[in-house]
Each structure stands twice: as C-alpha cells, then as structure tokens.
C-alpha cells in the first residue's frame, strides 16, 4: 500500500508538469522505436537468411586471375573430385544481366534440369531452349504472366524470346525476386560461355566438419582458386545485418546521442521546483530512502511506459506492416527490392540488452540528483532554491 | 489511487500486448520453421543459390558472399560506398582460425 501511494504521489507530481513529462515521454518512446525495431529487423533478416541459405552449396569454389572472379576451366572438376572426403563436384553457370528497357539488374541462373519440381513456383520449372522461370520482381518490371514472352538480348546483341514456365511465388521473393532460371546449355549460349567453362563449382563433402579441411586441400590443389565455405557465406549475412555495425546505427547513433545529451542534463541538477519540492518533504517528515523511493517510481513510470510502447509500436512496424520506415534505408538503389515480410524471430536477450541500457541510465539521471538533494539540510536546499 | 491504479492497469494492459505479440511471434517462426523453411530450402539447393536477392544494384551487393574480397569497399576501406546498400555492410577482416610465425633461423 505505501508503494501504491508514493507511484501515486509520483504520477502526480510528473503531470504537474505536463509538458515537460510529455516531451520526455516522446522523446523516449521514440528512441526505444527506432531502436527496436532495428533490432527487430535485423534479428528477423539474419535468421531468416541463415536458415535458408544453410540449404546451399557447402563449398563454392572460384578461379581468381590478377585478384579478380574468373571463368574456372570445368575441367578442374576431375582434379576436385579426386580429393578423399569430396561427394560431388557440380559446376556453376550464373551471371547478370541489365535490362536497359526497365533500368534493373537480373541474376540469370542456370540449373541442372534433373531438378524436381519447386513447391514455391507457380507453373514449372523450364525443360528445354527458349524456356525459362523467373521472379516476381522481373514479372512485375516486365509485366508479364506465366505463358508470356520474355525478350532480352544475349551476348551477340541479338534479342532471344524466352516463354515464362514458371513464376516463383512471393513467399519465396527474399530469394528469387531478380531471377531469370534457366538450363544450362542455353544460358551457356545466352552468355557465350563456352562448354569447357563455369562460373564456379559448387563442391558437396560427404562430412561437413571436414569443409574447412577440404577448402585447404583445393586451395593447395588450384592455387589460383578461392574456396569459400557454407559457414564463411553465412558470417557474411551476419556482418551485413549486424545491428550495430553500418549506416543504421550511423544514423540512429543521433538520437540516441540526444537521449544521453537529455538524461546527462537531468543528472547534473534538479530544478529550483525539484529541490523545494524534495525540501519540503523531507520538511515535513518524509526520510531519504521516501524521496529515492519517489524519484525512483517517477524515472520507472515513464521508463516503463516508454519501453513497453515503444516496443509494441517497433514490433507492429516491423512484423505488421513490414518495416515501412527502415526498408526504404535497407533498399538503397535496389530498384527491385523484395517487400519486407520479416518472420517474426525475436531474441529476448538483445531486447533485455535494450531494456537495461534505456531503462537504467534515465532512472539513474533520476535518483542520483534527488539523492545529492535529499542528504542536504531541508532548510539549505529550501533556501538555496 | 485513482492515478496509481489507472497507470497500473495501462502497464499490465501494454505487458499483455506484448506478451500476446510474443507469443503469436513464437508461433510464426515455428510454423516457418516447420512448413516455410524445407520449401526455401529445396528451392536454395536445386538452384544452388549464395545469396539473397535483396540489393540488386551492384554485384558485389547482390552476391555480398561470392563478390571479389575488395570490391565492396573499391575505393579505400574507409571510403563511403558509391552505393547506399554498401554503406550496410561492415568490412569484414580476416578471421583466421590458425596462425603461423615463421622466423628465419638466427646466424651461428
């Protein structure tokens, strides 16, 4: 009951000063906001993209030439194949193509058509020359449907007609949005690859501990290639969706510098009302643990109410209406950005890391001027306010 | 009390969202988990696919794990990315997992 009557007395005093409270109040939610749903997001992306790309190839191996990606000769495969513990050996033929009808970057891909059939296409995968499945997004750049004609000119400079078999669903747009699939004779043909060549080979161990072994075995076998494993490929997604590293944080490091500039204000002194307020009460009998005690729900009140609606808000923006705010950073130039429907994976531990670096700094700005207040002689603070 | 017990009721009223979110959140990611993923996953493997299709601009940004180990930061690596999905990513430095020192042997 006396914890109820000093939140009550805390409540009061923070809306007698309504203005002051509701900036405050904003001002933290906000921050919390924008915080959380970074973390939200990016928490969101990370395991999405580990869990599906663990599906991939365990080794990519890549020829280098003068530091840069080659053409690796397919020949290679024989010489990979021979190495104890390696599975299969399957090369690789993928590259881009920019569509100056529509200002976009496809990925074309070719693919091994002893492939079955795909859950998340719409139609089917392509069989023959002059077939192909793409994405959503080129369907969408394109405006064409399943059956439609897909004009884009090879290496040549002649336009080649391709018939849409497929058109892979939305639910898969994260991983297919930019993709023209093919079979690999004729995107050999569309890029003029010859047959003796890949882009790279895509190597399966029987072990997968062994990767990291078998990765230094090809790099001594073809000392001009560059073997990258499966867990290299993922680190990679965790570096690019690493909340604390990049722009995000660069441009979120402004408000969150404003909170500290706000909190660091109310910590170095009270206001000549606070220190009459905390005289007089402790005038009038309350004892130094009452006035903490008071300081303490006052910095909890706001704290909490800011957290927990802060979150809420982050959460609905990020998982309910697929990040409006943050997707247009994360877009940059991609003109064919994928919409953001984030599988809602939350980790309580960053978000208990959010709570105790918001909640405890502003509600120790709070008590630590009260208490340097409530210690001094009610009748000298009264006098000096 | 009226204060404390309105503000009290609010707090328990935005716990209870946010545990129902949570909880719905929980669920999502486990039928993801369940139904979602093995059909993204067969898709990845038939296609053998690297790398998400979010940043299709540049190819060091559309295949960030394939691209050449300079490219995303060509111009110094410090420097400010000519694309802003470049901006994202941090440089990624060398994590060897093993170190050798070689000395050459001290003249007799």
Known sequence: ?385 | MIRSRTYLCLIILLLAALAGLTGWAQKTSAAFLADGLPARRQLVSVLSLTDLALWTEARYTRHPSMADLFSPFQDHPAAFDHFPAGSLMTPVGPRPTTTLHIRRLAQP
């Not at chain 1, 033929?93 to 891909?109: E, H």
């Open chain 1, 1 to 385: 009951m006396r914890y109820l009557k000093i939140l009550e007395y805390a409540l009061a005093s923070l809306l007698r000063r309504p203005g002051k409270t509701c900036a405050i109040l904003v001002v933290y939610t906000l921050m919390i906001v924008v915080l959380a749903s970074v973390l939200f997001l990016t928490q969101a992306l990370k395991t999405e993209a580990t869990a599906m790309l663990a599906g991939g190839p365990q080794l990519v191996v890549q020829k280098t030439m003068a530091g840069r990606h080659e053409l690796i000769p397919v020949a290679e495969v024989e010489r990979l194949v021979d190495i104890p513990g390696v599975k299969e050996v399957k090369p690789r033929v993928w590259g881009y193509y920019y569509d100056a009808l529509t200002g976009t970057n496809y990925t074309l891909q070719g693919f091994d058509t002893s492939a079955s059939e795909l859950s998340l296409l719409d139609g089917r995968l392509p069989r023959e020359e002059g077939e192909c499945a793409i994405g959503a997004g080129v369907a969408g750049s394109r405006l064409i449907h399943l059956q439609d004609d897909l004009i884009l000119i090879d290496y040549d400079n002649i336009g080649r007609i391709f018939t849409v078999t497929g058109v892979f669903v939305s639910k898969a747009d994260v991983l297919t949005q930019d993709l023209v699939v093919m079979p690999e004779g004729p995107l050999r043909q569309f890029f003029g690859m010859p047959e003796s060549l890949a882009t790279d080979l895509a190597v399966e161990v029987y072990n997968p501990n062994e990767v990291d072994t078998i990765a230094n075995k090809i790099k001594r076998a073809l000392p001009d290639s560059r073997p990258i494993t499966q867990s290299e490929l993922l680190r990679t997604y965790h570096a690019v969706f690493d909340w604390r590293g990049g722009m995000m944080l660069a441009l979120f490091s402004s408000a969150l510098m404003a909170f500290c500039i706000l909190a660091w204000d109310k910590a170095t002194g009270l206001s000549a009302g606070e220190r009459r307020e905390i005289g007089i009460l402790k005038a009038v009998g309350w004892d130094t643990g009452d006035v903490l005690l008071l300081k303490l729900w006052e910095g909890l009140a706001l704290s909490l109410l800011a957290f927990l609606s802060g979150c809420l808000i982050a959460f609905l923006l990020v998982f309910w209406w697929g990040a409006p705010l943050l997707g247009g950073i994360l877009r940059g130039w991609s003109v064919l950005f994928p919409a953001l429907r984030p599988t809602p994976f939350i980790d309580f531990y960053q978000l208990g890391t959010l709570a105790f670096l918001t909640i405890v700094p502003y509600v120790a700005s709070t008590v630590i001027p009260a208490w340097r207040a409530a210690v001094t002689d009610p009748d000298e603070v009264m006098r000096a306010s």
